[in-house]
Structure formats: C-alpha cells, structure tokens
C-alpha cells in the first residue's frame, strides 16, 4: 500500500483557497455591500413610511375632533335658532292673541250699544204698542 501524500490534493486545495479570495474580493463582497445598503434604503424608507402613517393618523385624528367640534358647534346655533324662532313664534302668538282679545273687547262693545239701541227702540215701540192696544181697547169699550 502506498501511503505517500498525493500533491494534487495540496494544490486543490490552494487553487480553492486563492479562487475563493478572488471571488470574495471581486464578487461577494460588492454583492453583500450592495444588499446591505437595499437594507439600508429598506429601513430608511420603512422609518419614512411609518413616520408618515403616523402623521397621516395624526391628522385624521384632528380632522376627526375639527368635525366633531364643527358638529357640535352646528348643534349649538341649531339649537340657539330653534330657541330664537320658538320665543318669535311665542312673541307672535302673544301678539295674535292680544290682537284677537282686543278685537272680541270690541266687538262685545259693539253688541253691548247695539243690544242698548234694540232694548230703548223695542222700549220705545212698546209703548207705542202698549198705547195703541189701550186706545183700541178703550174705543172699543166706549161706544
């Protein structure tokens, strides 16, 4: 048996270990510069990203209190032209009424003068009545 050492092997080996540095210098590294500055741009982008969904979420949460205060300010002069159209209508109401109360004070004084003129012309045509229906009697009576 031959157990002298094979130089082939000692050369294979170099060859791999020189092949190997020349691929690390002109291959592997450029490739792993070139994906850690992707990862760089990556990170950079994504802290962007989230720097700008946390403004988008802060401003969709101030235009959600700027509709909710619109909202309640739209309720509160809502709520004040309600109350002013509701005292116009009650002024107006009162005015009507007061207007419709005069009105009937009139028209009761009306009635009560012309109630008076009937009575003292029905008075009055009573007594001619009265006066004739005596005289008729009266001549009847008298023959």
Known sequence: ?????????FIQVVT????????????????LQVLDARHQRTQGTRAAAESMLAGVQAARAQHAQAVQTTRQEIARQTEASRKAAQGAYERALGEAR???????????ATLQEQLASARRQLATEAEG????????????ARP
């Open 98 to 108: 007061s207007e419709a109360s005069a009105e009937q004070t009139r028209q009761r």
């Open 16 to 31: 791999f270990i020189v092949l190997w540095a020349f691929l690390k210098r002109l291959v592997f590294d450029p490739v």
């Open 129 to 140: 009545v009265a006066l004739e229906m005596l005289e008729r009697v009266a001549g009847e």
């Open 1 to 9: 048996m031959n157990l002298n050492p094979d130089y082939s092997l």
